[in-house]
């Protein structure tokens, strides 16, 4: 199984600020014939489902704000967000889809300081 | 527009077999490169993937509870059923469905969540 391993767990940062939230995968998610990465980005609000951020590593989801970016290539991504917003508190998720099982990392919390 | 909802018993006892219905709309089951699978999430705690079967009848379990899952799909109904045999306290989760598609290439991400469904597994 591709372990997925975030950091850090819990995060505060002021509003207008930027978050920085790590993910590193046990192995390569790095598919070498279509040079894509195997990686998405998921943010879960308290008391609803997860909702897909990015895919491909750093393609943003339709509707998704400008402000949350994915970057990385190989087994190390980065999810930030630019000028944080109230509404932006959630727990953010990594996960590989490169191979089965399918794995999600431990989790971040985002909270406001 | 895409939906998908989970229907089920919220109380199981401990021994028994767990049956989950995902009843969706807005896409085909038998449409190339769509996926329909199941994750579920401990109060309080991480995803953690179950299952998923796709267009082609392809179908993969978590190594895990392989023993214990079995996923089938109804493409007339557009449902997607998983059973879930010997339950045990730890297996009380919100059990959500999902949907992937990737177009007829490879794998996807899951792009629709149902809203979860809590099972409780208690005596």
């Known amino acids: 199984d591709i372990v997925m391993t975030q950091s850090p767990d819990s995060l505060a940062v002021s509003l207008g600020e930027r978050a920085t939230i790590n993910c590193k995968s046990s192995?390569?998610?790095?598919?070498?014939?279509?040079?894509?990465?195997?990686l998405a980005w998921y943010q879960q609000k308290p008391g609803q489902p997860p909702k897909l951020l990015i895919y491909?590593?750093?393609t943003r989801e339709s509707g998704v704000p400008d402000r949350f970016s994915g970057s990385g290539s190989g087994t190390d991504f980065t999810l930030t967000i630019t000028s944080l917003q109230a509404e932006d508190v959630a727990v953010y998720y990594c996960q590989q889809y490169y191979n089965t099982p399918y794995t999600f990392g431990q989790g971040t919390k985002l909270e406001i300081k | 527009q895409i939906t998908l909802k989970e229907s089920g018993p919220t109380l199981v006892k401990p021994t028994q077999t767990l049956t989950l219905t995902c009843t969706f709309s807005g896409f085909s089951l038998s449409t190339s490169g769509v996926g329909v699978g199941w994750i579920r999430q401990p109060p309080g705690k991480a995803l953690e993937w179950l299952a998923v079967i796709y267009w082609d009848d392809d179908k993969r379990y978590s190594p895990s509870l392989k023993s214990r899952l079995t996923i089938t799909k109804d493409t007339s109904k557009n449902q997607v059923v998983l059973t879930m045999t010997n339950m045990d306290p730890v297996d009380t989760a919100t059990y959500y469905c999902?949907?992937?598609?990737?177009?007829?290439?490879?794998?996807?991400?899951?792009?629709?969540w149902g809203q979860g469904t809590l099972v409780t597994v208690s005596s």
């Open positions: 491909w590593a750093s």
């Open positions: 192995q390569s998610v790095l598919y070498s014939s279509n040079k894509k990465n195997y």
């Open positions: 999902v949907r992937s598609s990737s177009g007829g290439g490879t794998y996807s991400p899951f792009d629709y």
